[in-house]
Antibody
Framework: QVQLVESGGGVVQPGRSLRLSCAAS????????MHWVRQTPGKGLEWVAI????????NYADSMKGRFTISRDNSKNTLYLQMNSLLPEDTAVYYC???????????????WGQGTLVTVSS | DIVMTQSPDSLAVSLGERATINCKSS????????????LGWFQQKPGQPPKLLIY???TRESGVPDRFSGSGSGTDFTLTISSLQAEDVAVYYC?????????FGGGTKVEIK
């Protein structure tokens, strides 16, 4: 069955960087677009970014554009999120999620990981 | 951006009774090219990630009980739980996948009365 396991979260100071990883198994990773979605108690669920199945196409939420970079390594079945210039409002649980359809840029996602907590605080 | 507005914020329903959740989008999520509504519903139980229940506004995901149904078109959508079970206690979110940025409603918490 599909397994998505996030890692890399933790406590980081404002302005610093962090890289999240999502290890995928149970499906052909290179056939599916992948997403990052975050959740905070205050703002609920917020979509962060999508990357196409081959990694050639990326799209970001406006508030993350220029600070966050989504990438993937299909040879390692792993998705990444590089987060730079972190702000306190980036504090959230970050989930990776798999595209629902076997198309390069499926905007709908189905399976989610358990999430990794990122806390931005001095 | 398409703003998704859910109502109510919470509701308490007796076991076996119907629960109805509404979702309104600020722009139509109906595609003229394929006549599909790009609207999904997710269920999130405490301590768990969200789970996809319904997509294309009314298509149940595999394994989802048939007491869950979705309806609506354009900008107005509804998730109905026909006979509430104890395991349905959760927060429910609508989400549009019509256009980027993808956006979610604020969630509706369903509890047992």
């Amino acid at each position: 069955q599909v397994q998505l396991v996030e890692s890399g979260g933790g406590v980081v100071q404002p302005g610093r960087s962090l890289r999240l990883s999502c290890a995928a198994s149970g499906f052909t990773f290179s056939n599916y677009a992948m997403h990052w979605v975050r959740q905070t108690p205050g703002k609920g669920l917020e979509w962060v970014a999508i990357i196409s199945s081959d990694g050639s196409n990326k799209n970001y939420a406006d508030s993350m554009k220029g600070r966050f970079t989504i990438s993937r390594d299909n040879s390692k079945n792993t998705l990444y999120l590089q987060m730079n210039s972190l702000l306190p409002e980036d504090t959230a649980v970050y989930y990776c999620a798999k595209g629902r359809f076997k198309t390069p840029m499926s905007f709908l996602f189905d399976d989610w990981g358990q999430g990794t907590l990122v806390t931005v605080s001095s | 951006d398409i703003v998704m507005t859910q109502s109510p914020d919470s509701l308490a329903v007796s076991l076996g009774e119907r629960a109805t959740i509404n979702c309104k989008s600020s722009q139509s999520v109906l595609s003229s090219s394929n006549n599909n509504n790009y609207l999904g519903w997710f269920q999130q139980k405490p301590g768990q990630p969200p789970k996809l229940l319904i997509y294309w506004a009314s298509t149940r995901e595999s394994g989802v009980p048939d007491r869950f149904s979705g309806s609506g078109s354009g900008t107005d959508f509804t998730l109905t739980i026909s006979s509430l079970q104890a395991e349905d206690v959760a927060v429910y979110y609508c989400q549009q996948y019509h256009s980027s940025p993808l956006t979610f409603g604020g969630g509706t918490k369903v509890e047992i009365k």
